[in-house]
């Protein structure tokens, strides 16, 4: 297995490394050009699929272990799943699929359901709102989402939203930042490893959200 390590001075990673973290794993399933995800050179099933799900802290019990399982199962009835844009080959083979635009469909307090590509980003503790289509979202001067505002989520073609919260100050929970220009995109922060287990499957280009209790099989 290859390895590639890109030192960078960006001040979001250099936050973590301020707290003993060595580094972070790029484990997404687009083209990453000459940074590629190392799981997809695993054999067989441990390459194609995939699930996360990381533990929040309780009391004085700080940094929980989390869980990435290769070879995961898909969960068999999951409570969300969303199909991702097919994109490439890699040069072993592996299928990539663009996990920047998940089919996500969005409400924001009273506003109508907006449906946008959307990013489970397991490297950010808050969620980012792009885009002018949003302009109307309630927020507060330094540009945060209403703390209040009601937030639901569902998967395209859905007939229920899979999961709602009422947007605050918390990161990794309910922190959302608003920046209505340009064209819509969502990236989800963390919350939802949190909230559940993701399982990617290569296979047939999906990421499912399942019970948080559930690790995989």
């Not at 973590?16 to 695993?42: E, F, Q, V, Y």
């Not at 945060?144 to 999961?163: D, M, N, Y």
């Not at 709602?164 to 989800?188: E, M, Y």
């Amino acid at each position: 297995m290859t390895i590639s390590v890109v030192n960078t001075s960006n001040p979001y990673i250099q936050q973590w490394k301020n707290r003993g973290i060595s580094g972070i794993i790029g484990l997404g399933t687009g083209d990453g050009g000459n940074m590629t995800n190392i799981l997809k050179s695993m054999p067989g099933a441990l390459g194609l699929r995939w699930s996360i799900h990381f533990k929040r802290n309780i009391g004085t019990q700080k940094g929980r272990p989390g869980a990435l399982i290769l070879g995961a199962e898909p969960p068999v009835d999951p409570t969300m799943s969303f199909r991702l844009p097919y994109v490439s080959q890699d040069i072993n083979g592996a299928n990539n699929w663009d996990d920047h635009q998940a089919d996500g469909c969005w409400t924001f307090g009273v506003l109508r359901e907006q449906c946008v590509p959307t990013w489970f980003d397991s490297g950010f503790t808050l969620m980012r709102v792009l885009g002018r289509d949003f302009s109307r979202v309630p927020d507060t001067s330094t540009n945060l989402v209403k703390p209040g505002t009601r937030v639901k989520l569902a998967a395209a073609g859905s007939a229920f939203f899979g999961h709602k919260f009422i947007a605050g100050r918390t990161g990794s929970r309910n922190l959302v930042r608003l920046i209505p220009r340009g064209q819509p995109t969502i990236n989800t922060g963390n919350s939802f490893y949190f909230d559940y287990t993701l399982t990617y499957d290569l296979a047939v280009g999906t990421v499912s959200l399942g019970d948080s209790n559930l690790k995989g099989n």
